[in-house]
Each structure stands twice: as structure tokens, then as C-alpha cells.
């Protein structure tokens, strides 16, 4: 059976079931609400009120997207019209491919400054976006090299709608969050966190006192790239246990 006959039959499993067609209404919902407040932030011309401290890396980056002019009404007017495109049914698809890469970038960025206000909800909207995606995967699917216009009668035709709950595939659904939620907090040693008191306490109980104040003042106080202050606290000595 080739890839196509293969995506197809999946796919149509999948459209025969009420719960998935649920699943897909509610990743819309829940992008678009995702979407909407900061966007009407950007088109109104506010600044993003993120919490973080001006120098912190996210910081520096909201500050100098808010004085980029009609760039920064740009990106929410998009954001905006993904989020109302996605709440249309006929519009959805469109929606969707609009909505991928901005989020795409939006995760991609968080974890490039390590910023913990978005570390575990940017990869989820991620995830949300893909199976979105894959829910209208009829409607694109022709664009694929491996894909040709079927034959009419070839095309499978979809059934009445299943009631059965797809345990196996919620089930994984549950276990991707319980995973980011315990796998994403671990992936960094040092965050910068949103301030400069938030920075000190995470590393409350270990012996590099000094190390630890210098990153944070590197970051929150001297506004210093990140990079630079990971080097800096990563060559930094451990705390000198003074002898009686």
C-alpha cells in the first residue's frame, strides 16, 4: 500500500470519529484564544505586558518590537486574523497554515532566551497547530510530491460519524503534557526567570553563592546577553569553604 493510500485511510479513521472532530474544534478555541488578546495588544499599540524585567533577554526583545512602528500592528493584525480565520469552518485550514509559523517562531524563541513564562505553553500551541493541520490534511494533501488527484470512485467515502472514544490517543495526549510538564523545567540548569529576586531563589541551597548573584546581575541588572552570562557563570569557581 503506498504512503497515500496509507494517510488517507488513517485520515479517514480519524474523520469517522466524533471525539477527534471535538478535539480539532477545541484546538481552535483554545489557539485562538491564545491569539487574540496579544494580538489586539500589538494592534492597539500597547506594550506586552509579560512580566519580565526590561533587560531581561525577552525583555530587550518586546522593547524593541514595540518600537518597530507598523511592524509591530503587523504582526498583530496577522495574529489576529489567524485567530478569527481558525474560528470559521471554511476558513479553518487557512487559519491553521497562518497560524504554524508564527508559533513556530514564538516557541522558538522561548526557548532561545529560556523564557519560562511560555517554556511549557508555546511547544503544546505547537503541537495543538500540528494536529490541526493533520485534521485537514484532505484539503492539502495534493501539494505533497507523493500525492495525485485520486480517481472519484477510488476516493474512500467517509461513514457515519463514531461515538467510540479514542483512549489510546487521548491517553497519549494526557501523557505529552504530564511529559512536557516534567521534562521542560529540567531542560535548563540556569533560567534567568522574569526578575531579578525570581533569578536569586532558584538557586537557593547550592555553594556557588557568588556565581549565582554575578549571572543574575548580568542578566537583570547590566542587561548583558545571555549567552555571555551562561559562559561566565558556567567558568565561575564554586563557593571557597573558609577552614576555622
Known sequence: MSISSTLDRLHLQAKENR???????????????????????????????????AN???????????????YYTFIGVVQVTAAILLLI?????????????????????????????????????VLANLYLLCWDYDKWKFILPFNHPAIADAIPKQKSLSNKFPIKFFAGV???????????????????????????????????????DDFCNCVHTNGEPLDKCLDEYEKAADDTIGTP
Not at 521534562?183 to 525570581?198: A, F
Open 89 to 125: 469552518p471554511r476558513t479553518a485550514t487557512l487559519g491553521a497554515f497562518l497560524y504554524f509559523p508564527i508559533i513556530l517562531n514564538i516557541c522558538i524563541l522561548t526557548f532561545a532566551v529560556r523564557f519560562d513564562g511560555s517554556l511549557f505553553t508555546a511547544p503544546l500551541m
Open 56 to 70: 531581561h533577554p525577552m525583555g530587550h526583545y518586546l522593547e524593541a518590537l514595540h518600537t518597530t512602528g507598523y
Open 19 to 53: 471525539w477527534f472532530r471535538y478535539f480539532a474544534v477545541f484546538n481552535r478555541l483554545a489557539l485562538a484564544a491564545g491569539f487574540i488578546p496579544s494580538g489586539m495588544v500589538k494592534i492597539l499599540g500597547e506594550r506586552f505586558a509579560s512580566g519580565v524585567n
Open 174 to 212: 494526557v501523557a505529552a503534557v504530564i511529559v512536557f510538564m516534567l521534562v521542560i523545567p529540567k531542560l535548563y540548569d540556569v533560567l534567568p526567570k522574569n526578575s531579578l529576586l525570581q533569578c536569586q531563589k532558584q538557586f537557593k541551597g547550592n555553594n556557588r553563592t557568588k556565581a549565582d
